[in-house]
């Protein structure tokens, strides 16, 4: 099953407006705005122009916007839905503006940007080495590369060995992630693309009391295997009843490793 995110042009307006929401409930989580912060924060370059490539709805815009403060902002997206939404939740920002573009194919000149920021975007790219290829060609020399996604292997809410519930986690992986093992590999294609690797750093990801987001990526994923035809609809419902019942008796767990790796480009050519 492919992810549906690399397919976002196809999705109708009910489906992007989900993940709208979903981009804009995990970007205002506490716990997720305390590890952007961390990994946002250690980017320090004055005066910079960013390019966000997978832009979205302009959720995560907010967040680099507030830890980097960027000259000049530009957000990238397949989608048209979400460069509107991002266009209205900027409008007046005049640091910031957002274009339709893919992240293989920017449509921006060569050398124009000091940094190239991807914020859970790999893990939905088709082609993780276009990108890679591409933001080598966008960054001036000197320029970062930072990328930030989860390792969606490690998704889990199992609570016992056999759990149903992790069926779930497979529903997510199925139909909502291409690639849930890129942030392991991703050092290795950046270096064969010319980057100079700095770092690669862990972030643990814990919910219990208040998984809002994961709550959505579960009923996003076995919705979309609902539609596909895997299970039926009394299975998708039964899932959502009882993520919603082990939150209400303080019984759910969600965790997953979020990575965020930092590249450099060292010279003009790879």
Known sequence: MTDLLTRIE????????????????????????SICARYMRKIC???????EVGCGNGAVTKLIMQHLCPTRLLGIDPSSLFIRMAIETFNGEPR??????????????????DIVFAHTVYSHLLDPKGALA???????????????????????VALFD???????????????????YIMRRLPVLAAAAGFCVESLDPYGYVQTTHPDYLLTLLSRGTSAAGRAGE???????????????RVATGTFYGSMLFLSLTARKIDDAP
């Open 10 to 33: 196809e999705q109708p307006p009910e489906v992007l407006d989900v993940i709208a929401r979903s981009m804009s409930i995990r970007a205002a989580e506490p716990a997720m705005q």
């Open 45 to 51: 370059v004055p005066d910079a122009h960013v390019l």
């Open 96 to 113: 910031a503006s957002f274009e339709r573009g893919d992240a293989a194919s920017t449509g921006q000149p060569d050398a124009s940007f």
């Open 134 to 156: 591409e933001a080598w060609r966008v960054l001036k020399p000197g320029g970062q590369l930072v990328v930030f996604d989860g390792d969606f292997a490690t998704l889990g």
């Open 162 to 180: 056999g759990d149903p519930l992790q069926s779930a986690v497979g529903a997510v992986l199925r139909n909502m992630v291409h690639a849930p």
């Open 231 to 245: 299970i039926g609809q009394a299975l998708v419902d039964g899932f959502d009843r009882e993520a919603q019942r």
